[in-house]
Nanobody
Framework: QEQLVESGGGLVQPGGSLRLSCEAY????????IGWFRQAPGKEREEISC????????NYADSVTGRFTISRDNAKNAVSLQMSSLKPEDTAVYYC?????????????????WGQGTQVTVSS
């Protein structure tokens, strides 16, 4: 059974950095497009980043561009999200998800496998 496990969340001060990891079990993660999402209390879930398989391209939501970086850690069968210059409004549960179409693209991705989420809290 395919599953994704997020880790690395926690409490960080404004302006700080945090690195999240999304590790896959039961399938090779580098075959597929992987997205990162977040959801704050009372808010809709927001896609904040994606890394494709077809051309290796990445994209970012306007709210995080220039501050967050998505990358693959193939040795760990994982995708990371490096978060810098964190703001209180970044506080949310962060999820990763996989589009299981081989060679998947971020645009129009259909996410099938989801992790359970990891809490990120940005506060003084």
């Amino acid at each position: 059974q395919e599953q994704l496990v997020e880790s690395g969340g926690g409490l960080v001060q404004p302006g700080g950095s945090l690195r999240l990891s999304c590790e896959a079990y039961g399938f090779p993660l580098d075959y597929y497009a992987i997205g990162w999402f977040r959801q704050a209390p009372g808010k809709e879930r927001e896609e904040i980043s994606c890394i494709s398989n077809s051309d290796g391209s990445t994209n970012y939501a306007d709210s995080v561009t220039g501050r967050f970086t998505i990358s693959r850690d193939n040795a760990k069968n994982a995708v990371s999200l490096q978060m810098s210059s964190l703001k209180p409004e970044d506080t949310a549960v962060y999820y990763c998800a996989a589009d299981l179409h081989i060679g998947g693209r971020c645009q129009g991705a259909q996410y099938i496998v989801w992790g359970q989420g990891t809490q990120v809290t940005v506060s003084s």
